[in-house]
């Protein structure tokens, strides 16, 4: 299930941003490589938009351009 919503979240935002040109939804394909929320210099890291605090731990994110 948590998988299905991960796919579904990523795919809608593509779809939203380079089919209906929504240019708002294009943030949520904006990430950084990791999701991982290590502290670095004592700052946590804000979570990939769209996600909770913690939720995406785990997760790479690559993208050809």
Do not use: I
Not at 14 to 25: A, E, N, T, W
Not at 45 to 60: A, E, I, L, Q, V
């Amino acid at each position: 299930m948590v998988l299905n919503n991960t796919n579904k979240h990523f795919t809608l935002a593509m779809m939203d941003c380079h089919l209906k040109q929504q240019l708002d939804k294009c943030e949520y394909l904006d990430l950084s490589s990791s999701s991982n929320q290590v502290a670095v210099d004592g700052k946590t890291p804000k979570p990939w938009k769209g996600f909770d605090h913690r939720y995406s731990t785990g997760m790479n994110w690559h993208m050809s351009k």
